[in-house]
């Protein structure tokens, strides 16, 4: 898969890998348009991943001037995680706010940001839901077809453009291995859970396909908490005289009693959403995109009773943009620049008809021929009909002290439009406010990476971030409906660590801890429903083993302290046989029984399994 942002990433000529070559092509760098990887500096020889988000053109986390996440998906990750929520959880400045088993509507923030300040893309495209950010994570593929998530800490409107505020989330699919492979999956579990999955591909040299389903059923852990998600996705690949082209066509249908998602109701709500997309790579320095998604919403107040309030909705967006890179005259330097379009209508029963276009064009310049470190400087200026242009500019640096320690700083603004949702949105419980204004941020942080040898890495981040216009749903007391307001002198001050450790062969140790403190002085006393929901502490501790015979085990506890709320420590585990052609796996969530809230109001399932078995058929690959 070609990788780009359709809101600003000038990635051009990168290709997925095949999962199972993505650690080779992460050691090689990632370069592009035919040019070489300067040498920063002599470093030891560690595990690079390609970063995709945070820069125009892929780099190393080495060169990294960003705090980045990147977490591979592996064959054998969906039998260990279940699904993308679980995987995310890793991250520990990422907070993930759920009401349902399976990952049904998850809302993800960065670093205390809302959920509606978290740019989610797909490749590059943007996922985002104008109608509202609760189904930013309504991805319409299945995991088995993606080959990492890569997560940005911090604003990043100036590749992205709109709603990358406090971070973005890139869920990057991967090109199939050569020659043809069958995957089969199906297991069941607590709570009358059922699941199934299949992919199948082929890949060659001119030519590839990946194609894939999955579903996943449930009875759930209490009344009205039951759901039905599926989805299905094709990707083809192939080379032309135009050049390479990647088309991606992907739907998803999701069916889930809400019960207690927006206030003391038993709900129901059905969405569907259909995507296709684009790339096409003219040549070593040009690249175009273009992509449709329509997603819909059926909402139903009480479940049993429909004709006592309902709402549709509908919503179309339409992505493209054209971008292009070039060398300068000095080693190590390039600029990416581009031009975009973006547009959405939306047509609801209780928002009724709108649509807004946007227009941006964006200049980024790096520079990584320094023998001491890398230099980026980017601009982007956004248009927005019947509103006021949105410059959004960006600065990040990397310098490194000793031979395997690198320090890094960065600046940048995001901004985000109000959804349908926070301006015309209305029921028993909400009011809407037309006049809402945009949200803005400055960004800033500094950092430490300490590459000590090839097995283990420690890293430190301080950021800060200001908040102008932040949008939240605010009452004064319980007797009063929400109502969405602009809330100034929200800030939030943070610390992110990480550790990442292998001892010996086929054992990893994975820790980190962010701690976050926010200003509540902006709230003036009013009651918060979803600003201030932030952990204060989000501490997570991760072990994985792989032996020889196949054998894949996996334990995490991860502890979550949300302000005025206490700590809640959550402990997984899961094990599974890879490497051979049937695969058993169980996954155990919640051994410790914890009784929890994501969102208030909203209890989380206590201890819960599931179980299964994947077939892995793999044909003669050809040279």
């Not at 990788?3 to 050691?27: E, H, L, M, R």
């Not at 760098?29 to 470093?43: D, E, L, M, N, Y």
């Not at 914890?594 to 209890?603: A, F, K, L, R, S």
Request: glycine content about 12%; proline content about 4%; aromatic content about 10%.
């Amino acid at each position: 898969m070609l990788v780009f942002s359709v809101a600003g990433s000038a990635q051009q000529g990168k290709q997925n890998q095949p999962q199972d070559t993505q650690a080779q092509q992460g050691q090689s760098g990632g370069s592009q348009q035919g040019q070489q990887k300067p040498a920063i500096t002599k470093v030891p020889e560690v595990r690079t991943t390609v970063v995709v988000v945070g820069s125009p053109d892929p780099l190393t986390e080495e060169e990294s001037a960003r705090s980045t996440q990147t977490l591979p998906v592996k064959d054998a990750t969906p039998l260990i995680y279940g699904d993308v929520t679980e995987l995310l959880r890793g991250d520990a400045s990422v907070d993930l706010e759920q009401r349902g088993g399976g990952g049904t509507q998850t809302d993800v923030t960065i670093r205390g940001g809302s959920f509606e300040q978290t740019l989610v893309l797909l490749d590059g495209f943007r996922i985002n839901d104008a109608e509202t950010s609760h189904f930013n994570l309504d991805l319409p593929v299945p995991m088995e077809t993606l080959g990492s998530v890569n997560v940005l800490h911090g604003a990043g409107s100036t590749l992205y453009g709109s709603d990358a505020v406090s971070g973005v989330v890139d869920f990057e699919t991967a090109a199939p291995a050569a020659g043809p492979l069958l995957r089969l999956r199906g297991g069941g579990g607590s709570f009358g859970s059922t699941e199934q999955a299949a992919l199948a591909s082929w890949g060659g040299k001119r030519f590839s396909e990946v194609a894939a389903g999955g579903r996943e059923f449930s009875d759930g852990f209490m009344a009205d908490r039951d759901y039905r998600s599926e989805e299905a996705s094709s990707e083809t690949r192939f080379k032309s005289p135009l050049g390479e082209s990647d088309m991606l066509l992907a739907g998803s249908d999701r069916r889930f009693g809400a019960n207690n998602f927006y206030g003391d109701y038993a709900s129901w709500e059905r969405t569907k959403g259909w995507f296709a997309g684009i790339n096409q790579q003219m040549n070593e320095k040009t690249q175009a995109v273009l992509a449709y998604r329509r997603h819909t919403d059926d909402f139903v107040l009480l479940r049993d009773d429909p004709a006592v309030y309902e709402n549709h909705h509908i919503d179309k967006s339409w992505q493209g943009a054209v971008r292009r890179s070039d060398k300068l005259p000095w080693a190590g330097a390039a600029v990416f620049y581009g031009v975009e379009e973006n547009a959405d209508q939306i047509n609801s029963s209780n928002l009724g008809q709108h649509g807004r276009n946007r227009e941006a064009g964006y200049v980024d310049l790096e520079v990584r021929g320094w023998k001491r470190g890398t230099l980026s400087a980017g601009l982007r200026e956004e248009f927005f009909d019947g509103g006021p242009a949105e410059t959004m500019p960006t600065v990040a640096g990397t310098f490194w002290v000793q031979k395997n320690v690198k320090l890094r700083s960065s600046v940048a603004r995001g901004f985000r439009q109000p959804t349908y949702t926070d301006k015309y949105y209305s029921d028993p419980v909400d009011i809407p406010n037309p006049n809402l204004k945009p949200e803005s941020s400055w960004s800033f942080d500094g950092g430490v990476d300490w590459y000590a040898n090839a097995k283990l890495t420690l890293t430190a981040t301080v950021f800060h971030s200001i908040q102008t216009n932040a949008i939240d749903y605010v009452r004064a007391n319980a007797n009063d409906p929400w109502q969405a307001e602009n809330l100034d002198g929200l800030h939030f001050t943070g610390v992110e660590t990480g550790l990442d450790w292998r001892p010996i062969g086929g054992q990893e140790i994975r820790l980190g801890l962010t701690t976050l403190a926010g200003a509540q002085s902006a709230l003036n006393g009013l009651q918060s429903e979803y600003v201030f929901n932030y952990p204060v502490q989000n501490a997570s501790a991760e072990w994985i083993g792989r032996w020889k015979n196949g054998l894949l085990l996996r334990q995490r506890l991860r502890v979550v302290n949300r302000i005025d709320r206490g700590v809640s420590p959550v402990w997984d585990a899961s094990a599974v046989y890879e490497g051979h052609r049937v695969q058993p796996y169980v996954q155990l969530m919640n051994l410790s029984n914890t009784g929890y809230q994501e969102i208030v109001g909203v209890p989380m399932p206590g201890r819960a399994f599931i179980g299964g078995v994947q077939i892995v058929l793999r044909g003669r690959q050809r040279d």
